[in-house]
């Protein structure tokens, strides 16, 4: 089973734009999810995470304020709201869960996170232009 993020595109300095990540052919019975960046040739950023066990949240210093995660789980999909894009949020996203870690969201969004995690997909170009 792997992870699909959606919802990627061009949009200007400013703008907004709402990932996707479902699962194909499965429900998104994950326990703990998080959205991660990445750009070529520099290592992959968590951006924000989202915790089923205690209900937190948590935002990279970099987005907090403007992004928002959240999961609607009769839907099987996870939400990352993006708005007051900027240049540097240019990235690929890629969405990340993992069905057995009853941890906090900033627990999982750290590199242990990152080399615990049970599944993650092909992600999503998300371009900032004018």
């Known amino acids: 089973v792997q992870l699909q993020a959606s919802g990627g595109g061009v949009v200007q300095p400013g703008g907004s734009l709402r990932l996707s990540c479902s699962a194909s052919g499965s429900s998104l019975d994950y326990l703990v999810m998080g959205w991660f960046r990445q750009v070529p040739g520099k290592t992959r950023e968590w951006i924000s995470c989202?915790?089923?066990?205690?209900?937190?949240?948590y935002y990279a210093d970099s987005v907090m304020g403007r992004f928002t995660i959240s999961r609607d789980n009769a839907k099987n999909t996870m939400y990352l709201q993006m708005n007051s894009l900027k240049a540097e949020d240019t990235a690929v996203y890629s969405c990340a869960g993992d069905r057995a870690l009853t941890v906090s969201a900033g627990q999982f969004c750290t590199a242990w996170g990152m080399r615990n995690m049970d599944v993650w997909g092909k992600g999503t170009q998300v371009t900032v232009s004018s």
């Open positions: 989202i915790s089923d066990s205690d209900g937190s949240t």
